[in-house]
Each structure stands twice: as structure tokens, then as C-alpha cells.
């Protein structure tokens, strides 16, 4: 999932839950609206949270050697 499918959950579920006037019968839109609403923004936090993990803070550690060369070691630190 990601962004998109949380902002769409987020708009459609407050859209059923504060707009919509219509009644089916056995089924209460409003609730489903707000369960709409809860999941999608559960999906906009877990993405969010998913895709900060991956960027995690890293380091470079450069070494000169005496014949002029260089070599480098990337090391990345994940929480």
C-alpha cells in the first residue's frame, strides 16, 4: 500500500462518515466510515514509519593508503 491508498481510505471514509445522508438498510455507513478513516491513517503512520527506517543514518570511513590510493567502507546503522 502507501500514501495513496491511506489518503484515499482517510478521504472516503470521512466522506461516508460526515456526509452522506443516505440509510442501506443493515449496514451503518457511518461505522464504516469511521473504520475506513482509522485504517487509512493506520496505513499513512506505518508507511511513514517503514519508509524512515530504510533512509537509516549511515557512515563512509575513508582510508589514504601510502601509495596514494583510497579506499572506502559504507556502513549504514539501522534503529
Known sequence: MG???GGFL???GLILALAVQDAVEGVDLQMIGWIMT???VAILVLTAVTLNNRRGAG?????THADGSVTERRTSHEV
Open 38 to 40: 482509522i485504517v487509512g
Open 59 to 63: 557512515s563512509v570511513q575513508t582510508t
Open 10 to 12: 482517510v478521504v472516503v
Open 3 to 5: 500514501y495513496g491508498a
